[in-house]
């Protein structure tokens, strides 16, 4: 009971650590060193978590071993914070799994079809960066009516007709296969 009271590196007592001595030591070939095994806890250890062979003390800053918060922006709030690509990262959500995996942090991968707004058609080519519709690091769009990005393609518009006389509902004449070659259909009009 004195080694499990009086270990300091870490503090077995001030972490709460079972005192089930098994979980960590054997007798074989001494007392040191001890294992721990990360999968049977609530964060199994994966992908770079476990690359270059971690320390205990690489994430249980300042003997912390009491952390219950398995959330990735609880340890990595400077990663995401300090993130400039491919934009700053200050207008998304916290949820760093929807891009990122375990394996390499900078590889990351948005499905944009995860969200309200799937994006087919035009709006996939050319390859499309994340600013071309996210404009002044604009994530929080909500709006995804065809006029709240293209109003000055709407104002612009001068054929077949001056289209500010026209209702704003875009996809009544265009589609996102092409925005140019409009058909429109005058029955949808309720003028015959």
């Known amino acids: 009971m004195a080694d ?22 054997t007798t074989n070939p001494g007392w040191s060193p001890a294992t721990f095994d990360h999968s049977k806890t609530n ?23 009491s952390i219950t918060v398995t959330a990735c922006v609880s340890c990595h709030q400077k990663d995401f914070d300090n993130a400039t690509a491919p934009v700053p ?8 799994e929807q891009c990122h995996d375990t394996v390499l942090w900078t590889d990351a991968k948005f499905d944009h079809s995860k969200t309200g707004f799937p994006l087919v058609g035009a709006h996939t080519s050319p390859p499309r960066a994340c600013v071309d519709c996210h404009v002044n690091n604009n994530y929080n ?15 612009n518009a ?10 704003t509902t875009c996809e009544q004449c265009h589609n996102t296969v092409s925005w ?13």
Do not use: M, W
């Open 4 to 25: 499990f009271t009086n270990a300091k590196n870490p503090n077995h007592a001030g972490a709460g650590f079972s005192q089930n001595c098994e979980t960590c030591h």
């Open 43 to 65: 964060f199994p250890l994966a992908g770079a978590h476990t690359v270059p062979p971690r320390t205990c003390a690489d994430c249980h800053a300042n003997n912390n071993y």
């Open 89 to 96: 990262h200050s207008g998304f959500p916290t949820t760093c």
């Open 141 to 155: 769009i909500t709006v995804t009516t065809c006029i709240s990005c293209h109003q000055t393609d709407f104002n």
């Open 158 to 167: 001068k054929t077949p007709v001056d289209h500010t006389a026209l209702p």
């Open 180 to 192: 140019t070659g409009a058909n429109f259909d005058h029955s949808t009009t309720g003028f015959h």
